[in-house]
């Protein structure tokens, strides 16, 4: 089953604006990561962020990080109708290797 | 080659038939996973294979599904007598080692007919 649980589900914006999405878990983690994938594609890793750190930036992403809420949200500044694409919060629990993802948030970005 | 290759990218099998599915990781990386990701679905974790020891295959679905990793590097991962709920994308990632990112293939699409 999936550990993580994405909000919203799907998401419309305009280019320019921001986009932000959450991710909920349910256990201890080592570290939390997003992904994208684009339709019909592998996915793609944009960012880890480990359990003792806050909050990450990559260019235009921002994460954050509340282990003692058990949630995450990534933030997307400035978007382009290029980050059009479905995006995973997973998780690395603690004591496994495995990453379990989330159900993902489907974003548009139209021009 | 830079990534992580997956062969097929497509296979149509007929109820009942077996399948195998390739992964060729990142020369040089560990951890290998396998994945299956339903339409509109996030992946599900299948099997976990440090070098040549699967350490995890909590989440294969049946005695069907099989996986190996005989000398650490290429992975292949075995479906028996395919049934029309194993129709998903099938992913394969790598990773040189524990908290660090995983990087994917781009899948083999599995349609049971």
């Known amino acids: 089953s999936q550990q993580g649980e994405e909000d919203p589900q799907a998401l419309s914006i305009q280019e320019g604006e921001n986009a932000t999405m959450n991710c909920s878990y349910k256990?201890?983690?080592?570290?939390l990561q997003w992904y994208r994938q684009n339709s019909g594609r592998g996915l793609v890793h944009l960012i880890l962020?480990?359990?003792?750190?806050r909050e990450k930036h990559s260019g235009r992403l921002r994460v954050t990080l509340d282990t003692s809420k058990k949630s995450s949200s990534l933030l997307i500044t400035a978007s382009r109708a290029a980050d059009t694409a479905s995006y995973f919060c997973?998780?690395?629990?603690?004591?496994?290797?495995?990453?379990?993802f989330g159900t993902g948030t489907r974003l548009l970005v139209s021009p | 080659g830079a990534g992580v290759s997956q062969s097929p990218r497509y296979k149509v099998a007929k109820r009942g038939q077996d399948v195998a599915l390739r992964c060729d990781p990142i020369?040089?990386?560990?951890?290998l996973f396998w994945y299956q990701q339903a339409l509109g679905q996030g992946p599900e974790f299948l099997t976990y294979?440090?070098?040549?020891?699967?350490?995890?295959k909590s989440g294969l679905p049946s005695d069907r599904f099989f996986a190996e990793r005989p000398e650490g590097s290429v992975s292949t991962l075995k479906i028996q007598r395919t049934q029309q709920e194993d129709s998903a994308v099938y992913l394969c990632?790598?990773?040189?080692?524990?908290?660090?990112?995983?990087?994917f293939g781009q899948g083999t699409r599995l349609t049971v007919v």
């Open positions: 990632a790598s990773s040189p080692r524990r908290d660090t990112e995983a990087f």
């Open positions: 256990t201890s983690i080592n570290n």
């Open positions: 962020i480990r359990s003792n750190e």
């Open positions: 997973a998780t690395e629990v603690t004591g496994f290797q495995k990453l379990v």
């Open positions: 020369s040089g990386h560990v951890s």
């Open positions: 294979f440090q070098n040549e020891a699967q350490l995890d």
